[in-house]
């Protein structure tokens, strides 16, 4: 299993980023996907989840509106469009999924993770 996450950089307060995660070595298409994020010297917060074929999706309430999780299954990657970008925003950004494929819209339970992209927001 491979995540590989880029996309992310310097935005100004209520700009726009896409983040990317391409995913290898398992059927992605099976399996639901999650994005997770940590501010510094802070703990994990779990973002966003989609299961295997798109159709649902969950939203911490700190993002819900703001930011969009979508996935292409024919290029094996997933995406967070995130919108009206705040200070708070900022993070490093990981897509991480379940050994089992499960959906969660929780913190926890993740068997793999990508090595995150950062994304700085600016006052």
């Known amino acids: 299993v491979q995540l590989v996450e880029s996309g992310g950089g310097l935005v100004q307060a209520g700009g726009s980023l896409r983040l990317s995660c391409a995913a290898s070595g398992f059927a992605f298409s099976s399996y639901s996907m999650s994005w997770v994020r940590q501010a510094p010297e802070k703990g994990r917060e779990w973002v966003s989840t989609?299961?295997?074929?798109?159709?649902?999706?969950s939203y911490a309430n700190s993002v819900k509106g703001r930011f969009t999780i979508s996935r292409d299954n024919a290029k094996n990657t997933l995406y967070l469009q995130m919108n009206s970008l705040k200070p708070e925003d900022t993070a490093a950004y990981y897509c991480?999924?379940?050994?089992?494929?499960?959906?969660?819209?929780?913190?926890?339970?993740?068997?793999?993770w990508g090595q995150g992209t950062q994304v700085t927001v600016s006052s």
């Open positions: 989609i299961s295997n074929g798109g159709v649902s999706t």
């Open positions: 991480a999924m379940r050994r089992d494929g499960s959906y969660s819209s929780f913190l926890g339970g993740y068997d793999y």
